[in-house]
DNA sequence: ACCTGAACACCGTTCAAGT
DNA sequence: ACCTGAACACCGTTCAAGT
């Protein structure tokens, strides 16, 4: 009984039956003990997550495909491919967003997020800017992931589309203007959007904190 | 027994205990029932929040105070003070990433973001933007409320800071160039740069989907 | 239609006792 | 030090039976 097997085992679970089955009794009967066994390894769930979710992004290749493109291609292109690992375990996105990952699987992106932006904004930026691109990814991938996985979505987004339909020009006059636009989209055309407007964002706001304090 | 009273209960349960006590069962308890009965109101523990959420958001106070300034001075004024009130209670930040809301107080706020965001960008950024916005503003609420209130942030960052230490520059010559500088800034003051990151961004980018598909 | 008791099928975590 | 059985204190949800 090692950490390292108690991460792998949980992985396997999830792998073949999803986050909700990987529970401390679970992963102890697969390794045939009892679930107060596995606190000798992990702290709680929350910190068996977070080895879970780095052990999942060294599998996360960040070596560059298309090194003639610039920056900000580049950027779009693996923060998408970081997304769409994500958004297959989208509980593990949503642990990530509440306890801050800092496995080595995470340092390697953020090295390769920050050569990246450091090509383009100057270091105070990149430092903030690196934070906001992955918070923004994790996130997005715990609500894209979700969507695409729960049988409860389709539901969720007609409510919506009702909703949509049931304003009137009178009581919101914007939300009526625009209409169906507000939900327009392929799932991936928002991402990418959503990438482009963070990274000329970032390469177009000023840090606004005195550079003093650092 | 109403959907009004069980969301009711709800609330004070939320405010004077947490919402990991907000349970069916617990629920069932303070209204003098059985769980079962609940079921006649609401759909599952999901729904309880997204209408919990909704009530809370109608308690939101959207209209301006500083009607003298831009419109992106006042989104931000606005966004922030949503992210404030949401920060209060990050699981119910959480569910809205993962369960689209649709109830009137969130509609209400969609609206008046609409509104700010029209007076700077066409339409079609508009449309797109809001949801941008809204997206970042509820995962950042759930981001820091969850380390606002939470007795294990502080070893969580220990965590994070000891790993930023043990870089070197021959493993992750980036991360190790910025040091400190990562984790530099108060809560807020990262809060309000990302937002304005955020609005220069879709200021400045054209939507990339057909403009005919709408 | 609304409400309920009881059950089904689970959870995380702790702790005293063993090896 | 590591491991465990057993317990503590809970969960969400369903369903047959009642009113």
């Known amino acids: 009984l090692t950490r390292e097997g108690i991460v792998a085992a949980a992985l396997a679970v999830l792998?073949?039956?999803?986050?909700?089955?990987?529970?401390?009794?679970?992963?102890a009967q697969e390794l045939d003990t009892g679930p107060a066994s596995l606190y000798v390894y992990v702290r709680n769930t929350a910190d068996l997550?977070?080895?879970?979710?780095?052990?999942?992004?060294?599998g996360l290749d960040v070596t560059?495909?298309?090194?003639?493109?610039?920056?900000?291609a580049q950027l779009v292109v693996l923060l998408t491919s970081y997304?769409?690992?994500?958004a297959e375990h989208p509980g593990l996105a949503l642990s990530a967003l509440v306890t801050r990952p800092s496995g080595p699987g995470y340092l390697n992106l953020v090295e390769r997020v920050l050569a990246l932006l450091s090509q383009g904004v100057d270091a105070r930026r990149a430092a903030w800017g690196v934070d906001l691109l992955l918070?923004?990814?994790?996130?997005?991938?715990a609500e894209q992931g979700t969507?695409?996985?729960?049988?409860?979505?389709?539901?969720?987004?007609?409510?919506?589309?009702?909703?949509?339909?049931?304003?009137?020009p009178e009581t919101y006059p914007h939300i009526a203007a625009l209409g169906m636009d507000l939900m327009s989209g392929e799932g991936l055309d928002r991402v990418v959007w959503a990438f482009h407007v963070l990274l000329n964002g970032?390469?177009?706001?000023?840090?606004?904190?005195?550079?003093?304090?650092?």
Chains 1, 2 share one sequence.
């Open 64 to 72: 560059d495909t298309t090194p003639e493109r610039d920056w900000r």
């Open 147 to 168: 969507w695409a996985h729960s049988p409860e979505a389709d539901a969720d987004e007609d409510r919506v589309l009702a909703a949509l339909r049931a304003v009137t």
């Open 135 to 141: 918070h923004h990814a994790t996130s997005t991938a």
């Open 83 to 86: 997304v769409r690992a994500l």
């Open 202 to 214: 970032i390469a177009g706001t000023e840090r606004t904190d005195d550079p003093a304090a650092d």
């Open 49 to 58: 997550r977070a080895y879970m979710l780095d052990e999942l992004l060294m």
């Open 15 to 27: 792998r073949s039956e999803g986050l909700e089955r990987v529970t401390m009794r679970r992963l």
